[in-house]
Structures are given as C-alpha cells and as structure tokens.
C-alpha cells in the first residue's frame, strides 16, 4: 500500500515552483513597478545590475523546471475533467510559457543591455527603463494569472476527487 501517491508529490513540487516564479510577479504589481518607475534612472541601473547578479540564476533553473513540471503535468492530468478542470491547467501552462518567451526575448535583452549601460544625454537609459518596466508587469500579470489557474484547477480537480467518495 502507497503512503503517498508520487504524482502528488510531482504535484506539489510543481505547484511550488509556479508559486515562486508568480509571487515574483505579484511582488512587481503589488508594489516594486511603482519603486521602479518612479526612481531616477541612475537608480533604476544600479538596483537593475545588482539584482541581475543575484536573480539571473535561479531563474534559469525555474523557469525552465516551472516549464517541465507543467508539461508533464498536462500529460498525467485526468483529462475527463472537461475545459474547467484541464483546460485551467493548460492556460497555466500557456502563461508560464508567454511569460519565459517576453523574459527570452524582451527582458534579458534589456537586462544585458542594462548591465552595460550609463546614463546617457539622449535619454536613452530612460527607454530601456520604461521598456522594461512596461514588460515586467506584462509578464507579472501572465504568471499570476497563470498560478490563480493553475489553483483553480487543483480547486476543481480536489472538488471532483471529493464528490466522487
């Protein structure tokens, strides 16, 4: 007899994962957008690079794993569910994946070119701020949603396993 079902486990784990890389997310709308914006742009480079050297690696493990956990969680999942149950965990899957193709293709380019970078006469600093402001809470936003469905998903899934005893 099984103590613990180890696709629950995988499930957990999983869930973790996409709570850390949301809460990130959350942590922008909530409050750290507006610290951002509304600092100078000497500012905004300074707290940019040193966040940079500490944040870049973890987040290429978690993203990547966050990725992973989702698709082999799309593969195992109880499909009979219907698009409430399973197709919330496959929107969790879409917005984690929007959310690491903008960081790939917008703010890693724009971290890159940050972690070079003075501030300049012909505001140039000021653009790349604002970009990458503009596309931090876009990517905030996909990955929240994304983790709010992905709950609800297990809400759903947790309601049917109970109904069904």
Request: proline share 2%.
């Amino acid at each position: 007899m099984k103590i613990i079902d180890s696709f629950f486990l995988f499930k957990v784990l999983g869930f973790v994962v996409y709570f850390t890389l949301a809460s990130q997310g959350g942590f922008y709308i909530l409050s750290f957008y507006k610290v951002l914006l509304n600092l100078p742009t000497e500012s905004f480079i300074e707290i940019r690079k040193a966040t940079d050297n500490v944040i870049e690696t973890p987040l290429k493990i978690l993203y990547p794993s966050g990725l992973v956990f989702m698709l082999i969680w799309l593969f195992m999942a109880d499909k009979s569910s219907g698009i409430l149950g399973y197709g919330f965990l496959l929107i969790s899957f879409i917005l984690l994946a929007a959310d690491l193709m903008l960081a790939i293709n917008v703010n890693v380019p724009l971290n890159k070119i940050i972690q070079h970078m003075t501030v300049d006469d012909n505001g140039q600093a000021l653009l790349v701020q604002q970009k990458w402001l503009k596309f931090i809470l876009i990517r905030g936003v996909l990955c929240v949603t994304g983790y709010v469905s992905l709950t609800l998903h297990l809400m759903i899934q947790a309601d049917r396993t109970h109904a069904f005893q």
